[in-house]
């Protein structure tokens, strides 16, 4: 006996189903689904999906992208924002900003813009940012470790 309604049912498997841009589809224009999207053709404008965004290996998107997940194995020109996890796959290709909770870049991926990991919560202090100097430079008196005498 289920305890949901008949439209939530029908929602719930709306939601759940996967969507395909095959091989060879051009698509120009918004492509948006509560459900799961696999792009393994080209997709020129903006993509939002309620659920995982899996951009194949030969999958392009050029235009703003908007998921609940995302596997990225192609190429992404524009912007990318996920509610959790953002994997970039090893030969994948992202050149535009991303926000994310998650994070996981595979060696070998190319990504080239600004990262955004979200806010930080209350309560917790930020650490300060490192500065990295070339070996053998020196950044002056004020970092030395030895005391005047």
Known sequence: M???SKG????NKMTNELNL????TFVEGTVETKGSLRIDGRVKG??????????GGKGEVSGEIQARMAVVGGKIEGDIRV???LVLETNSVLIGN????????????VFQGKSDMGAVKS????????????????????????TPK
């Open 98 to 109: 991303l926000k994310a909770k998650k994070l996981v870049i595979d060696e070998g991926a």
């Open 123 to 146: 309560g917790k202090t930020v650490p300060h940012p490192v500065e990295f100097q070339p070996k053998g430079e020196s950044r002056g008196a004020q970092d030395s470790t030895e």
């Open 21 to 24: 841009i095959g091989v060879g």
């Open 2 to 4: 289920s305890l949901k």
């Open 46 to 55: 903006a993509v939002k999906t309620g659920e995982t965004l899996t951009i």
């Open 83 to 85: 509610e959790e996890k």
């Open 8 to 11: 939530e049912e029908n929602n």
